[in-house]
């Protein structure tokens, strides 16, 4: 099965707490990428960060760092310092290599809220 | 990044009459478009892949006479909802993707449809 749970349905943070969004996948694959998009209020969904499953460096942009662990099949986002600007729906997805149309799996998306 | 736009951002019309969506790639080539849905506080909902030059791809339960998709250029794929009915109301997001994205898509800002 090729599957993306997110199962933190939704986080409420004070302003510069530290939060992870967890990120948990299945997929028969070897080759395969994950990305992660955050959608605001005003809906368009904007990307973050892309993956490959043979690059299992950590990558830190800024506030934002991910964890990715083959391991444990997570790749799982970070924000330091919140701001409430982070407020978002976050959606984590995958996209397997042999899907040649190139479809993308969908994670069901945590509410990131983020108080004053 | 890639740009996306996508038009009109909201949209009120009457029930029976069509409407017409357009997603645009704006400073890439985009051989392929995906075209989605999103109902309230829901993950998105793949409703077709268009790739330039040949018919939409539809995904189990979509309507293909209902939801027309035309990618008659690389830079330009359509979605018009034929006689719409207040079920149709809904988030519409178009994404587009090139082998020069690098298995990414990129997201138009949607487009809210309301049907009287």
Redesign the interface.
């Known amino acids: 099965a090729q599957k993306v749970t997110q199962a933190q349905t939704e986080i409420s943070v004070v302003e510069k707490e530290d939060v992870t969004l967890d990120c948990v996948y299945e997929t028969r694959d070897t080759t395969y990428y994950l990305f992660w998009y955050k959608q605001p209020p005003s809906g368009e969904l904007v990307f973050l960060i892309r993956r490959n499953s043979f690059d299992e460096q950590n990558e830190i942009s800024g506030r934002y760092s991910w964890n990715f662990q083959k391991s444990t099949s997570s790749f799982n986002f970070t924000i330091t310092a919140s701001q409430v600007v982070d407020s978002a729906v976050y959606f984590c997805a995958l996209l397997p290599r042999r899907d040649s149309n190139y479809q993308l799996i969908w994670g069901a998306g945590t509410k990131l809220i983020i108080k004053p | ?1 890639a740009v996306v736009s996508q038009h009109p951002s909201r949209v009120i019309c009457k029930s029976g009459t069509s409407v017409k969506i357009e997603c645009r790639s704006l400073d890439f080539q985009a051989t ?1 478009m ?1 075209w989605y849905r999103q109902f309230p ?4 909902m ?1 409703m077709a ?1 268009s790739n330039e030059g040949s018919k939409a ?1 539809y995904e189990q339960g979509v309507e293909k006479d209902k939801f027309l998709i035309n990618h008659a250029s690389l830079t330009l794929s359509t979605l018009t909802v034929t006689s719409a009915h207040p079920e149709d109301s809904s ?1 519409y ?1 178009c ?1 587009a ?1 090139s082998p020069g994205t ?9 487009t ?1 449809l309301l049907v009287l």
Do not use: A, V
């Open positions: 990044g392929t995906f506080k829901k993950s998105l793949l892949t791809t988030f997001i994404s993707r690098q298995e990414t898509q990129y997201f138009g800002p949607g809210r």
